[in-house]
């Protein structure tokens, strides 16, 4: 599916011809987005369209009189189309990712596109939108809170979650540890001694790079391995059939 909206803005302004695209491959989505960015009635655009794929957007900047433009970008196929194309040849662009959730693994191939921020979907408002753009044109680099933790953990020298591969016996003693169970707990849980279970968190805390259990199950959790939800037997079950 590709082409524009139907949706257009246009005003004039004094001294800058920018143009501003949005690309999401959602129509309720990408129409929202313009929708939402045309009620801000602020300064960063003289012209906003809407696009259901990045290389009709970057046909489209390349073909503009623009001197410079912002783009914003989301949906199931913006990183991937990204990650292929690069960015525009011209104008100069400021790109800014839409995360649809803040899990890790998701944080991890977001991180290595060559974009100018990040936002995520669930944060999305006008008034955000409006932030946004004043930290664009302050030639800042905006992220929501899980995306900085991720890129400082990665900094600190922290094993990424992609990296990070458990045996489906660990994986369910984390899930364990993540939940508050006690060594005497996971072992009757898992059948298995309580030296065992020791063996395992130590490995974890290895892995993890994690002083504690305490200090393990959080980064666990911010990292996307274990689910902040209350674990069930079931969680535990499927965690040990799991294929190592």
Partial sequence: MTGTTATTLRREEVGTIRTMVVCD?????????????????????????GFTSLPTAWAYLAGSSATSAIAILGGTSAGGELAATGRPTRPA?????????????????????????FFLEEDLSVSMLRALLTRLDAREFPMPAPMAEFLLGQVRGFPSPLSVRLSSRGQAVLLLIADGATNKTIADELGISVHGVKHHVASLLKQLNCANRTEAASTAMRRGLVSAEPVRSADVRQALSARE
């Avoid at 959602?26 to 369209?49: I, N, P, S, Y």
């Avoid at 990712?97 to 191939?109: I, N, P, Q, Y």
């Fill in 25 to 49: 491959d959602r129509d309720v989505m990408r129409l929202g987005l313009v929708e939402m960015l045309q009620t801000t009635k602020t300064k960063w655009a003289t012209e906003l369209t």
């Fill in 93 to 117: 662009t400021r790109i800014v990712l839409m995360l649809h959730d803040s899990e890790a693994a998701h944080l991890a191939v977001a991180a290595g596109l060559p974009v100018d921020g």
